[in-house]
């Protein structure tokens, strides 16, 4: 590859969305709600659970209040891009399709080094939990790589196959930058000049560092979180789980806008995340109380 | 005779677990093949992030024929009994045998091919293999029971000497392909038997002996660092998990900006190991230099310059965030860290680890000002203690618990704090564990032991003890730190003294925090009397198990640390039980011994005798109170109307006369050799009395004269050490 150019960062995806789409994986557009990872997109949350088949790539913008480090820091962003592709079940090749995926985005694996280290996920606020890697591409950690065992307290009948590209890292790698703000976010046409990713998101990072860090009224972060969790138990008792998993959410971010804030002790600190559990576990099941049903008539043999 | 070769190949096994899949692998296979009556003999067994691979040598082709006999019922058991036992045995009543009444079966079983013990082996192994962590995959984990891997399972090879064994485990069936290195060689390769398969698969790449490959990472990395006029710092830890890593180990060298060298080394060297699983490099001053070793997977195209170039950066980006956290935190005093120590709960009944900084603090400066730890300025101590927790708190801890108490030292030092407590901070958990150093610094001792003090005190007073192999609070080792601090400083700590202040200063607390109701109520749930007990005697179990390696006699320690009169105090103590071991092992003392348990029993039976006669006296022949052996006759004095004393019973007062202040005083002075040779003075005299005297003498004043002079005695002998508790 040594010729080409490398790929840009929209490039990038567009690669990927190709890649992915031409193995059967419908491609989905971001949640439209603040997120901490492409995880919580319900398209992976909830549709893990069931018998169904699903396979889907999508990118998830993701927010992580406490990584903000005013634009200064070349490494680190509150604001940033995960490529999620989710394969139900999880299939044989699924490996060597990741891996396909590297290639076609322009990493030879017989240039650079690639590995599976051992890297388990757990999300206690989504109670789940699955077996996998994280992998490295000459010692970076370019993807997680996971086989969801759980999800919001329940086995993953089948197990769905979780590979989350980190699409900033990976295009700093593909173009051999060492500042995010410096990759090339699109190329240049004719004479419409390209722009960069400091083009697009530096000034965001400042702004949003300071909000997340300094300004955001703790006040109203407290009131929202009260909010969304009574909001989420109502959706739960009206039976549209979809809508109480948005609360979920919701609490979740605001939970972690509160810790940036630095206004939740250690010992407070259990104890919300123990109520985002909740609220989380409680959506999957209400979820799966909705479905399962259907899905036991539609799979026989299948079993909650 | 023929080999056998499996090879159960999945997707990347976790390094740490590969060396936990070999002993498995070999005690299943054993196990299978012994149930089936076949000795394993000869295993080889090998891994690598993608396959666990064994080789039977010699496998015999198949079973012995075996016979086993069951008995069964007695023939005049009732129906059901036998029928019970016919359905166990398979056969039918005429092919049991009668002899002497009960019924026995004979099972004649043929010998069974080698093939078909392994065809059911393999799965069964498969199914109960034991991996730390296991999980499901795939379109078969539509049930929760399907079949368990590390990772999902992908291949199995079976051969034994060229043929296949055909079976099949979780929808995977054996066969005689396998896969080569993941990149440079991904097709399939066949193998023909066990003979082949490491030189096959050396071919396509991978080293499948886990040992071969740890070598190359080992040597490897020395070398690529000798090259370049540097030296490895050795990492055998790193050495297997980059082996596990790893079918085609490639160690290279990198290097880092030099500016980052102004981060501590331990740093660096965390950052690179634990995040990158880099070795690091000295340079030729013994410092650490800006190198460091990576171990490829791979041969790369261009000798691995891209790959450097990407750990580089990835390097620089860890090394970047401490740098980061390294200035970051010293934006705070440790004192101002220390303010946040606040939000940590120790333990729900022990308060903040503020709580127990506080209480470690006033505890270190007592420590100083009663002088218990000699040399040692109180209030140094006192603000060390006050600092050592607050490193917990800052960015860099955070990252790396395990540097707790360096960063904090480094912190000090940089805030100009005086060495002795920035040293005190830095070293106050240690001795972490035997064979780490133990602190000599004043303030470091005093710290050190006041924290682990607070630690030990604190959960018994709160009950949580260690019981059998569960000791969540690890009190044991902090036991053990304690022991090590003492004896190493010779300090005199009395171990139901400072129990008593650390309980003192817990109850203060908890009395601040409570209304007077609930603190009395606290205080009685919490600081019995037995709480100063029970700290002393872990104290000596403790002892007792870090003294054997020492080679000292744990019921020697019983001897001395067991006496009615003792100063719960280990230096003086552990002395005098090295002395009573050096007596223990000379002929005086040995017949001593003899002499005081003789001594004892005659006692013992003039005890239970007087005791009894006195009931019967009493009429209470059959009260069940138990009469102590220390109800013998009282000592001396010499009954009046008594002729002239026999020679030996004059000797004996008069040896008991010399002895008994002498060992007092020497017991007194901690002379404690001299307080066993008071003793041995007592020897000659002893068994020339037991030669030459019938304590049981007729005359009752004469007997009871007799049995005072052994009492009087004993209590010599008690007032060194008791003799009672020495075996032999």
């Known amino acids: 590859m040594a010729e080409t150019k490398p790929l840009s960062f929209q ?274 099941k209400a979820w799966i109380d909705s479905q399962s049903d259907r899905w036991i008539a539609q799979y026989p043999g299948w079993t909650l | 005779m023929t080999d056998f070769l499996l090879e159960l190949r999945s997707e990347e096994i976790p390094a740490r677990m590969q060396a936990g899949a070999r002993a498995e692998l070999d005690k299943l296979f054993r196990a299978q093949l012994a149930a089936a009556g076949l000795e394993a003999g000869d295993l080889t067994i090998w891994s690598t992030p993608r396959r666990l691979a064994l080789i039977a040598k010699e496998l015999p082709d198949a079973t012995a024929a075996i016979s086993e006999e069951l008995k069964g019922p007695r023939t005049s058991a009732p129906p059901q009994a036998l029928e019970g036992f016919l359905r166990k045995t398979g056969l039918t009543q005429d092919r049991l045998e009668d002899r002497d009444g009960v019924y026995f079966a004979v099972i004649e079983r043929a010998g069974r091919a080698t093939r078909d013990v392994l065809a059911e082996a393999i799965p069964a192994i498969v199914r109960a293999f034991a991996w730390p962590k296991s999980m499901r995959w795939g379109r078969e984990s539509t049930s929760s029971e399907s079949l368990r891997w590390v990772r999902p399972l992908s291949g199995i090879v079976a051969i034994l000497g060229d043929e296949l064994i055909a079976c099949e485990v979780g929808g995977i069936s054996t066969g005689f392909a396998t896969r080569g290195h993941r990149f440079h060689c991904p097709g399939e390769i066949t193998i023909g038997s066990a003979a082949d398969y490491a030189d096959k698969l050396r071919a396509c790449h991978v080293i499948v002996d886990h040992a071969e490959r740890a070598a190359i990472v080992r040597d490897g990395a020395a070398k690529a660092a000798a090259d370049a006029g540097l030296t490895l710092v050795e990492d055998e830890g790193l050495v297997i998990e980059n082996a596990g890593l790893t079918e085609w180990p490639v160690p290279l060298l990198g290097r880092f900006d030099e500016a980052f060298l102004a981060v501590p080394p331990e740093v660096i060297q965390l950052t690179a190991r634990v995040n990158q699983k880099y070795f690091v490099v000295n340079g030729a001053d013994g410092k650490l230099a800006n190198g460091f070793v990576c171990t490829a997977n791979i041969v790369a195209s261009d000798s691995g310059a891209e790959i450097v170039a990407g750990n580089r950066k990835v390097l620089a980006a860890r090394l970047s965030d401490a740098r980061f956290f390294w200035e970051q935190d010293q934006k705070k005093t440790l004192a101002e860290h220390a303010e946040k120590l606040a939000n940590i709960t120790f333990h729900e009944k022990l308060g903040t680890v503020a709580d127990k900084v506080e209480r470690v603090a006033k505890l270190a400066e007592w420590l100083a000002s009663e002088g218990i730890v000699p040399n040692c300025d109180p209030a140094l101590a006192r603000q060390a203690a006050e600092l050592a927790k607050a490193d917990l708190v800052t960015e860099m801890v955070g990252e790396f618990p395990e540097l707790q108490g360096l960063m904090g030292g480094y912190y000090a030092r940089a805030e100009g704090l005086p060495d002795a407590v920035a040293d005190a901070i830095r070293d106050h958990y240690k001795p972490v564990g035997q064979g780490d150093d133990v602190p000599t610094a004043p303030v470091t001792v005093t710290v050190a032991l006041a924290d682990k003090l607070d630690t030990l005190v604190g959960f018994f007073v709160i009950k949580e003890r260690p019981t059998g192999s569960r000791d969540p609070f690890a009190l044991r080792r902090a036991a053990l730190g304690i022991i090590e601090l003492v004896l190493r400083n010779g300090l005199r700590l009395e171990l139901d003294y400072a129990a008593s202040r650390v309980g003192h200063l817990i109850g203060l607390q908890q009395e601040k925090s409570t209304s007077t109701a609930v603190h009395e109520i606290w205080l009685a749930e919490f600081m019995g009397a037995e709480l100063f007990r029970a700290v002393p005697d872990f104290f000596v179990d403790r002892l007792k198990v870090q003294q054997r390696e020492a080679g000292v006699r744990h019921d020697l320690i019983d001897a001395v640390f067991g006496l009615e009169k003792r100063k719960d105090e280990i230096v003086g103590n552990l002395a005098r039980v090295k002395a009573l071991q050096a007596f223990m092992a000379t002929d005086d003392g040995a017949n001593l011994l003899a002499g005081y348990k003789r001594a004892a029993n005659i006692l013992k039976q003039a005890g239970d005798m007087s005791a009894s006669r006195l009931r019967e006296g009493l009429g209470e022949g059959r009260s069940s109170a138990t009469p102590s052996p220390e109800t013998a006759p009282p000592p001396t004095p010499p009954a009046s109307g008594r002729g002239e004393l026999e020679p030996a019973e004059t000797a004996l007062l008069a040896a008991l006369d010399t002895a008994e202040p002498a060992a007092a005083a020497a017991v007194a002075d901690e002379r404690f050799t001299d307080a066993m040779s008071a003793l041995a003075s007592l020897r000659v005299p002893i068994d020339a009395f037991f030669e030459d005297v019938m304590v049981n003498d007729p005359d009752p004043a004469v007997r009871a004269f007799r049995l005072g002079l052994l009492a009087r005695f004993r209590d010599a002998v008690h007032s060194v050490a008791d003799f009672s508790k020495i075996e032999g």
């Open chain 1, 11 to 284: 490039d990038m995806i567009l690669t990927l969305h190709a890649y992915w789409g031409a193995r059967g994986c419908a491609i989905l557009q971001p949640y439209d709600m603040r997120v901490g990872a492409g995880t919580f997109h319900p398209a992976t949350t909830l549709r893990s659970l069931g018998p169904e088949p699903w396979n889907v790539a999508y990118v998830q913008p993701s927010r992580r209040p406490t990584d903000g480090r005013y634009g200064e820091n070349p490494n680190r962003l509150q604001h940033y891009y995960q490529y999620q592709v989710i394969l139900k079940p999880s299939p044989a090749d699924i490996q060597d399709q990741y891996l396909g995926s590297l290639a076609a985005i322009g990493i030879d694996p017989l240039l650079h080094d690639i590995r599976f280290v051992e890297d388990d996920w757990e999300s206690p606020t989504l109670g789940a939990w699955g077996l996998g890697w994280e992998v490295w591409c000459d010692g970076m950690e370019v993807t997680q790589f996971t086989y969801f065992q759980q999800m919001g307290g329940y086995d993953c009948k089948p197990v769905a196959g979780e590979l989350t590209y980190g699409l900033e890292r990976l295009a700093m790698y593909i173009q051999n930058v060492d500042n995010v703000y410096d990759l090339r976010f699109s190329d240049p046409v004719g004479d419409v000049p390209g722009v960069c990713y400091g083009d697009v998101f530096l000034e965001n990072e400042r702004q949003f560092s300071k909000w997340n860090f300094e300004v955001a009224d703790t006040d109203s972060l407290f009131a929202g979180f009260k909010a969304a969790e009574a909001e989420c138990r109502r959706a739960i008792a009206a039976n549209v789980p979809l809508a109480a998993y948005d609360q979920a959410i919701e609490a979740s971010h605001l939970f972690n806008l509160l810790q940036a804030r630095g206004v939740i002790s250690v010992q407070e600190r259990a104890n919300y995340m123990a109520r985002v559990r909740d609220l989380a576990k409680g959506s999957c």
